[in-house]
């Protein structure tokens, strides 16, 4: 495979917990209504997913959540198989932490960025290495939709409709969408996988 064929192959890819009527967490940024529908059927899915990915992307405060969360549950024997095993993937995988403020990087693996977001997210899909995920980071997605660097969308609509809160698409943002593929759990969680494609 020619060199320039597998540097064009690397993708951004967010996954994000969404509502059915299109939030992302409620206006206090809450996230409870997510947590009773996990299982671990949707745990396999998502290890698969990351599987596929060798980085993570993620704005201040969603990293120093999940570095608290993450970090310890790889040794967490009470922890179930399927959670331990998504773990040790993001206990391995590279961190990229865009922030300005960020001081501490307690998480092993980890890096900050700052500047400019498009120059940075292009160098980074520049490289050689499997997809970069983006997990939660709420101000950083919109900021990477706004500029349409996303390339896949992984949704999981959960059967919850909130009312308000913050909404993934802002309607300057949105990007016309090619469905991939589909996924029903028992749960009621549907995932869908959109590719974007270019204006």
Known sequence: MPENNKINSRKLVVSMNITLDGFISGPQCELDWHFKYWTTEMAGFMEEQLAG???ILLGRITYEAMANYWGAKAADLSTPLEDRAFAQMM???SKIVFSETLQ??????????CGNLQLEIVRLKSLQGKNIMVYGSGQLVHALIKQQLVD???????????GTGKPLFKASGILPQELLQTKVFRSGVVALIYRCIPA
């Open 104 to 113: 501490d990087l307690p998480w092993k693996n980890s890096v900050k960025i």
């Open 91 to 93: 206990n391995s995988h």
């Open 53 to 55: 990915a060798d980085t």
């Open 152 to 162: 896949e969308f992984h949704l999981w609509v959960h059967p919850v409709v909130l």
